[in-house]
């Protein structure tokens, strides 16, 4: 199936439905504020290497938590009773995108670009987006960002400099979701790391009914 070719001029995207096997829906347009947030709620995201033109996809069957469902281990609550845990909100919404950069770019590699830290930073200006720091006896241990649309969190990346560090910021990002009634964080893709921490596959139809209800 050919991949629908954006334009920067209009704010557009295709049927999700038409994106290909492997997700990929379209290329090109650019990551302002308006685009980026008509992808969001339609479940779509960018997702490309440095020196790539934009690619924007939309996985058939995703991967989400309900917040409600997010799993605490054994050994994780001994953990969170042993240490003095600390949750943060947009402690520092740049920095904690730039660490998560930073640690997948030594890593794997990484998709977060110069474009997307200025793109996410706008988003994060406007209250669309934010950051979630965990804090385990005083020091900065893990963090992650995403989009935050209605009552629906659509994650992007993590950190850990400290052992834990992520898993502590995901359950405390869970908590306070669930807290205000948010319907899922939007995982994207499997990672055994989130199927220890509750997540579960849903189809994209399944996906489309949590989506509609938390925009509404």
Known sequence: MAVYELSEKEIFF????????????????????????LAYSHGIFPWYNEGQPYLWWCPKERYIIRPGN????????????KHDINIELNRDFSDTMHRCRIKREFKEG??????????????????????????????????LYGV?????????????????????????LAQILEENDYVMIDCQFHTDHLESMGGQAISYEEYKGLLKKGLE
């Open 110 to 143: 990484t998709w977060i670009t110069d474009d997307m830290e200025k793109a996410y930073a706008v988003l994060a200006k406007d209250n669309l987006a934010l950051s979630v720091e965990a804090y385990i006896d005083g020091e900065l241990a893990g963090g």
């Open 148 to 172: 935050s649309l209605g009552r629906c969190f659509f994650g992007e990346s993590m950190f850990s400099d400290m052992e834990n560090g992520s898993k502590v910021a995901l359950i405390g």
């Open 70 to 81: 997010i799993h605490i281990s054994h050994s994780m609550k001994k953990f969170l009773r």
């Open 14 to 37: 295709p049927m999700p439905e038409l994106a290909d096997d492997d997700g990929l829906l379209a290329v090109g347009g650019d990551l302002s504020e308006e685009r980026l947030i």
